[in-house]
């Protein structure tokens, strides 16, 4: 008895084991490159009713909105509660990226792009324009960026 | 009045059939409506602000139909409207208007804006009082801002908050139209030029 339950039951479970890294592994490469209209809209889907409930005069400018959604954590509805601290966590990550593409290209700026370089965004289209010669990490700080 | 409300065409016409590619798409049209600054614009606009503020006490009560703009001077600058949502009255953006605030945001972090200032203006239509209507649209023209500068890290000194209430009507010969109730993007001029030996201003706040 106890044999065929684990038969039934063992071999998702099994499957689901092998399958779970995978999952957040596709999941993390997904939360690199959401962009700012994405992560804005998530939020918005997930915690519009609660804001409306909960945060109703608050903004959601200077970490405000965040603040609110923490201090009224328990009343949340489940789908914002696990959204919310996630989404601004992507917002943040996205904005570090994009102020630190041009640092962590420092290289390939001055390799690549001397010629052109009058101002950030000529460079960093000059960086996103070059097909070779291109670290891993300038190549990630783009990704991560969203850049590319 | 109660409402300031942008109206970004674009949005309306992008018929995608994925939420992720309509994003991708406006946000790249927000980039083309506020490309190709020939000449930038010398703008104080505290002072703008003020010349508002002085014609409403001036003449307090004149007529909304056809009224000039206060500012023609902006008319020739790349710019589009947006439609934003605030809470009736207030500053306060609602969330429905989120994703259009992010899709400003990618928009002005991309290499062909990346080097211009932008100016916020928000206006109203001329329902209620003028000096009120004024300061409502500086209030929600400040809150776009401070949501781009902090949550969505676009560095300071690049966005500037102006509001010019009703002083500045879209559609003048109908002064309370929806239309007026609108929130622009204007590129004023670029950053200053980078000195070579300083590191990129990318990483300035």
Redesign the interface.
Known sequence: MTRSVWAKVGSPLIGLFFLLPGFALFASAQAQTV???????R??AA??KD??EYC????????RMKNCLSQNRDGLSADCKETYTQTFML?EKR??A??????LC?IE?RKLCSGV?????????CI?TASAGVSRKCNQAITD???R | MLRLTLVFLGFLLAVQPH??AQ??L??DEIVDSLRGLETALELDAPALHQRALERIKAAPGQAPLNRPSIAEELRKLPQLTVEIQF?PD????R??S??????I??AL?H??????RVLVVGHTDATGKREYNLKLSQRRAS?IR??L?????IPSRRVIAVGLGEEQLRDAANPRAAVNRHLQLIVIG??E??D?RK?????K?
């Open positions: 962009s700012y209209a994405e992560a804005a809209d939020l918005a915690c519009g804001i409306d109703r005069g608050v903004n959601l400018g200077s970490g917002i904005g570090q994009r102020a630190a593409v041009l640092k420092d700026v370089a009058k101002g950030d965004g000529q460079v960093l289209e996103l960026a969203g850049f | 939420a992720f994003a991708k406006a946000t809470n207030s500053d306060v953006i969330p429905e989120y994703k259009t605030l992010g899709r945001a990618d972090w290499p062909y804006l990346l080097e211009y809150a401070e949501a500068v902090t949550t969505f890290r670029k950053l030029p980078l070579p590191p990129p201003d990318l990483r706040k």
